[in-house]
């Protein structure tokens, strides 16, 4: 059974807006913050949005700041909610859900320090 597992990816036109769902199965992994990271070929994984799962401390990517929302819920089976609005062809790529335990001074939008991980979902924007 996948730890981790993504839905609301697709094709969307420019300045439309995306919502993506990720759930973990918090009796399966050991984690204080969870949330997104994209890749595009040739590009290492950058950072899109993360969250602490006590709701204290959220950090968003620079490329996304102002167009991102994330929320979650703290049923058994922990769900966070990505919503992407006015998206640009920039945007498109395999948006990937992470989950990890994080020290205070760890970057929490660096993807090395994140060990639990979705298969990815395709995001595709085109005008």
């Known amino acids: 059974q996948v730890p981790l597992l993504e839905s609301g990816g697709g094709s969307v036109q420019v300045g439309g807006s995306l919502r993506l769902s990720c759930s973990a199965s918090r009796r399966r992994i050991t984690m204080n913050y969870m949330g997104w990271f994209r890749q595009t070929p040739g590009k290492e994984r950058e950072g899109v949005a993360v969250?602490?799962?006590?709701?204290?401390?959220?950090?968003y990517g620079q490329s996304v700041q102002g167009r991102v929302t994330l929320s979650q819920n703290n049923a058994a089976e922990r769900t966070v909610y990505l919503q992407i609005d006015g998206l640009k062809s920039d945007d498109t790529a395999m948006y990937y859900c992470a989950a990890g335990y994080l020290g205070p001074k760890q970057d929490k939008l660096l993807a090395q320090n994140y060990n639990y991980w979705g298969q990815g979902t395709q995001v595709t924007v085109s005008s």
């Open positions: 969250l602490s799962t006590d709701n204290q401390n959220i950090a």
